[in-house]
């Protein structure tokens, strides 16, 4: 991994209806923040379902500006995972890594929005973030770095309890047209390597913390998902830990039965998996 970077942060899930999606995934157990709402400059406004370590955060645009271009020129294709977001301890350090690398990032750049506290007052989440050029981006994904300014805005106690057991990302299963070569730019990218799996999936590892990235063929995706026809064409799963799956079964919409059963769902733009204890078998 690259020195100062530490894994994935979160994941950037961009879609049409800020506010329909929020219901969505509220209506699947989780607990959703209120919405946040970002500069001018950035003109877009988000929601959050936080998890002990990682967190989703549904991304819409309020008003087009330089800044969200990319976002709505994704967007104009449907909705999905947009970006990754990982973790730096220190933006400016892993920028000038990146850098003398001879990548040219961009940043680091510092906001901050409001946060409504579970008290009933209000708070201010900060953050500095630096971001890869854009047109390196696996399987049409951006990554980014965030660097937490304000921890305790940002990962609310009442928002990490979920009522379907979720606990932390374990896996981003995304698709790609060609997943060797989108997997190989990602681990390039971050300084790790990638090991083929057993279907033909190619995964970037994180270590010691956060979730792995897996790429696969579309057609590959539709089997390991057993998606219908009216989920056909999702471009991402993201697989969420839970201690017990029985927890996520009455949120499910399909199960695929295994040596790890996984509990489904599907919202705008990706599906939802529940797995229980898989991560920490992971050697």
Not at 75 to 93: C, I, K, P
Not at 160 to 167: P, Q
Not at 189 to 215: I, N, S
Request: net charge negative; hydrophobic share 45%; glycine share 10%.
């Amino acid at each position: 991994m690259l020195d100062h970077v530490l894994g994935l942060d979160h994941i950037v899930v961009a879609v049409s209806e800020l506010s329909a999606s929020a219901e969505r995934w509220r209506a699947l157990g989780f607990s959703v923040s209120p919405r946040g709402l970002h500069s001018d400059y950035l003109g877009t406004a988000n929601h959050t379902i936080m998890f002990e370590d990682d967190y989703v955060e549904l991304l819409g645009v309020l008003a087009p500006t330089d800044f969200n271009r990319p976002t709505r020129d994704f967007l104009a294709a449907g909705a999905g995972l947009e970006r990754l977001a990982m973790r730096t301890d220190d933006a400016q350090a892993a920028l000038d890594t990146l850098k003398r690398g001879g990548i040219s990032a961009t940043g680091p750049f510092e906001f901050r929005r409001p946060v409504e506290l579970g008290s009933g007052g209000m708070g201010e989440a900060g953050f500095r973030i630096f971001q890869w050029p854009l047109e390196t981006a696996p399987a049409g994904v951006r990554l980014f770095a965030c660097q937490h300014l304000t921890r305790e805005a940002v990962w609310l106690p009442y928002l990490v309890r979920h009522a379907n057991g979720a606990r932390a990302l374990s896996r981003i299963e995304i698709v790609a047209e060609d997943p060797p070569a989108a997997a190989a730019l990602c681990a390039q990218m971050l300084g790790l390597t990638l090991a083929q799996g057993e279907d033909g999936d190619f995964c970037v590892a994180m270590r010691p913390r956060g979730a792995d990235l897996v790429f696969m063929d579309a057609a590959s995706f539709d089997r390991r998902w057993q998606v219908g026809a009216q989920a056909r064409g999702t471009g991402c799963g993201i697989v969420l830990d839970v201690a017990a799956v029985t927890t996520a079964e009455p949120f499910a919409e399909w199960s695929i039965a295994g040596e790890w059963p996984l509990h489904c769902a599907s919202v705008e733009g990706a599906l939802i998996g529940w797995e229980a204890e898989r991560r920490s078998a992971r050697p």
